[in-house]
T-cell receptor, first 110, second 115 residues
Framework: SQQGEEDPQALSIQEGENATMNCSYK?????LQWYRQNSGRGLVHLIL?????REKHSGRLRVTLDTSKKSSSLLITASRAADTASYFC??????????FGAGTILRVKS | DGGITQSPKYLFRKEGQNVTLSCEQN?????MYWYRQDPGQGLRLIYY???????QKGDIAEGYSVSREKKESFPLTVTSAQKNPTAFYLC??????????????FGPGTRLLVL
């Protein structure tokens, strides 16, 4: 069963614009992670945010977590064509395995 | 050059045939995972192993089998009992410590097609 649900399913923006993707989940979690997948490739870990954290940054990425709303957002600032990929959130219930959402497909047009 | 390798990149299976997908890691990670990805969907866990000679079923283990005889290797066999095997298969590993849900590192994937 899928724990995280990403929104939107697909997003198309111009290079230089910001991209925001959202993830909602259903149960209490230990941490939430975001991964990127280029077409036909494996997943690459982007960032992990723990349940007691509210915001985390890594380069052009900003992740927020609102445990009261059971939601997270991933913001990519000043997007580039190379950011074109699918983005997945994955949640962990306490002491349990990773559960992935269906992903958001991001297309950055140059 | 550390990482996870999967082979082959493409694999074709005939009806009734068992096929084995290879996954090797030189990251000295304790835990390894197999996922299945269908078009437009997220990853679903098939099997995972936290230590050598031990493995657990994931959410969709029926029709699959694994072994973990060496720390570096976690091969997945897709048996003839798996009636809809066409998918993209991803192997991942995680270092020891922490829970099952800590950061995982993924291989490049194997695309399995049925002839």
């Amino acid at each position: 069963s899928q724990q995280g649900e990403e929104d939107p399913q697909a997003l198309s923006i111009q290079e230089g614009e910001n991209a925001t993707m959202n993830c909602s989940y259903k149960t209490s979690i230990n941490n939430l992670q975001w991964y990127r997948q280029n077409s036909g490739r494996g997943l690459v870990h982007l960032i992990l945010i723990r349940s007691n954290e509210r915001e985390k940054h890594s380069g052009r990425l900003r992740v927020t977590l609102d445990t009261s709303k059971k939601s997270s957002s991933l913001l990519i600032t000043a997007s580039r064509a190379a950011d074109t990929a699918s983005y997945f959130c994955a949640t962990t219930e306490y002491g349990n395995k990773l559960v992935f959402g269906a992903g958001t497909i991001l297309r950055v047009k140059s | 050059d550390g990482g996870i390798t999967q082979s082959p990149k493409y694999l074709f299976r005939k009806e009734g045939q068992n096929v084995t997908l290879s996954c090797e890691q030189n990251l000295n990670h304790d835990a390894m995972y197999w996922y299945r990805q269908d078009p437009g969907q997220g990853l679903r866990l098939i099997y995972y192993s936290q230590i050598v000679n031990d493995f657990q079923k994931g959410d969709i283990a029926e029709g699959y089998s694994v072994s973990r005889e060496k720390k570096e290797s976690f091969p997945l066999t897709v048996t003839s009992a798996q009636k809809n095997p066409t998918a993209f298969y991803l192997c991942a590993s995680r270092s020891g410590g922490g829970g099952l849900g800590e950061t995982q590192y993924f291989g490049p994937g194997t695309r399995l097609l049925v002839l």
